[in-house]
């Protein structure tokens, strides 16, 4: 298993963390779950088998298979905001932002009487 466990140290250093989002990246998630998974009271239960498939996965994401695989010919989005516009969005600033406009905006609404 500390083979395994060397392969998963070494697939979470290329994994970027994002500072602006807390709690909520996908980084961090990943460093957690792998420390968790790979405690010692927990280690004689790994599936290898499940090992291999999670870390290929994982990989694949970090080294962007797919996204060189299916080049995009747009780089617009939905929103028509830009990559960084739409990072900013989610970053965890701008969200308990919106969180507290969303509350002022429904009093607004249901107090409209007052």
């Known amino acids: 298993m500390t083979s395994q466990y ?3 140290v070494k ?3 290329k994994w970027p963390l994002d500072a602006t989002k807390g709690e909520r990246d996908l980084g961090k998630v990943i460093r957690d779950k792998v420390k968790a998974a790979f405690e010692s009271t927990e280690r004689v239960n790994l599936d ?3 090992c291999n498939r999670q870390y290929a ?3 694949r994401l970090a080294d962007n ?3 060189n695989k299916y080049k995009r010919s747009h780089t617009s989005t939905a929103t028509g905001l830009s990559t960084e516009e739409c990072n900013l969005m989610l970053s965890s600033e701008v969200l308990t932002y919106l969180k507290e406009e969303n509350k ?3 009093s607004k609404v249901f107090n409209k009487d007052s």
Do not use: Q, T
Request: avoid cysteine; aromatic fraction near 22%.
């Open 11 to 13: 697939l979470i250093a």
């Open 57 to 59: 996965s994982l990989n």
């Open 6 to 8: 060397k392969k998963f």
């Open 104 to 106: 002022g905006f429904f």
């Open 65 to 67: 298979h797919y996204k």
């Open 48 to 50: 290898s088998e499940l």
